[in-house]
């Protein structure tokens, strides 16, 4: 019954004429139709407003069952809300700041690919006629199409720009395995697993050392500019933190 409540157009079918114009409507106006509604069309109105109580009486007996038999059990034991999923960390022990970055992203990233929000860009014409040419259509427009921007830009830069960015220490470890292979075999072959750190202490002048030296400077700066870049990253998204819902 609910249903068929939901599809029949149930003014149309008592012939009581609807709203007009009803994003231009507000409190007082619907108030002043419903007096005009009940003074024209007592009897029809009062059917009208029997079955539409009804109708919402039905649909939130149903919502109360539903949640009772469907979502909660869903919710516990499927779709763990309470729970972050994160497919970009190993199964492994992770420091807290980096599943953090990792848990956030993987937040916006279960936004965008599952949610699906709307994230084309609004043109005038399109958001002047969902405003219906209210006040304020251009400054909605603007904060839309910046949302959209900053979404789109935080979702590219997690999924392929971060993803691609070289190891800072790449260079650093082709020297030292250079240097291990055609100077200091022994050090490779040592029980010392910082048998890298003894080399260096052992000659430190060496040219071939304090080039793996400049290497390893040099991989330790970029290593901090990705974690500012991280700690950007993640700022932009938790300003757009109220506006991740569908």
Same mark, same amino acid.
């Given at each position: 019954?609910?249903?068929?409540?939901?599809?029949?157009?149930?003014?149309?079918?008592?012939?009581?004429?609807?709203?007009?114009?009803?994003?231009?409507?507000?409190?007082?106006?619907?108030?002043?139709?419903?007096?005009?509604?009940?003074?024209?069309?007592?009897?029809?109105?009062?059917?009208?407003? !029997?079955?539409?109580?009804?109708?919402? &009486?039905?649909?939130?007996? !149903? =919502?109360?069952?539903?949640?009772?038999?469907? %979502?909660?059990?869903? !919710?516990? %034991?499927?779709? =763990?809300?309470?729970?972050?999923?994160?497919?970009?960390? &190993?199964?492994?022990?992770?420091?807290?700041?980096?599943?953090?970055?990792?848990?956030?992203?993987?937040?916006?990233?279960?936004?965008?690919?599952?949610?699906?929000?709307?994230?084309?860009?609004? &043109?005038?014409?399109?958001?002047?006629?969902?405003?219906?040419?209210?006040?304020?259509?251009?400054?909605?427009?603007?904060?839309?199409?910046?949302?959209?921007?900053?979404?789109?830009?935080?979702?590219? !830069? %997690?999924? =392929?720009?971060?993803?691609?960015?070289?190891?800072?220490?790449?260079?650093?470890?082709?020297?030292?395995?250079?240097?291990?292979?055609?100077?200091?075999?022994?050090?490779?072959? &040592?029980?010392?697993?910082?048998?890298?750190?003894?080399?260096?202490?052992?000659?430190?002048?060496?040219?071939?050392?304090?080039?793996?030296?400049?290497?390893?400077?040099?991989?330790?700066?970029?290593?901090?500019?990705?974690?500012?870049?991280?700690?950007?990253?993640?700022?932009?998204?938790?300003?757009?933190?109220?506006?991740? %819902?569908?």
């Amino acid at each position: 019954m609910m249903a068929l409540l939901r599809k029949l157009n149930l003014k149309k079918l008592l012939g009581i004429p609807p709203i007009n114009n009803r994003n231009s409507f507000g409190m007082l106006e619907s108030h002043h139709y419903g007096i005009r509604m009940k003074r024209d069309f007592p009897t029809r109105w009062k059917i009208y407003n !029997w079955l539409h109580g009804l109708d919402i &009486s039905i649909s939130v007996r !149903w =919502r109360i069952i539903k949640e009772f038999f469907y %979502w909660k059990p869903r !919710w516990r %034991w499927f779709d =763990r809300y309470d729970c972050i999923e994160i497919p970009t960390l &190993s199964k492994r022990y992770h420091d807290k700041p980096e599943i953090m970055l990792h848990g956030m992203f993987a937040l916006l990233v279960d936004y965008v690919e599952k949610e699906k929000p709307y994230l084309n860009i609004q &043109s005038e014409e399109d958001a002047y006629e969902s405003m219906a040419g209210n006040d304020g259509w251009k400054e909605s427009m603007e904060r839309h199409n910046k949302y959209v921007k900053t979404v789109r830009s935080l979702y590219d !830069w %997690w999924k =392929r720009e971060r993803e691609e960015r070289p190891d800072p220490f790449e260079e650093s470890h082709k020297q030292m395995e250079y240097i291990l292979q055609e100077f200091f075999p022994e050090f490779r072959d &040592s029980e010392c697993i910082f048998g890298s750190m003894a080399l260096t202490e052992k000659y430190p002048d060496h040219p071939e050392v304090l080039r793996y030296n400049e290497f390893n400077k040099l991989g330790w700066e970029l290593e901090e500019a990705y974690y500012k870049e991280d700690e950007n990253m993640l700022i932009e998204l938790i300003k757009i933190r109220r506006n991740l %819902w569908t």
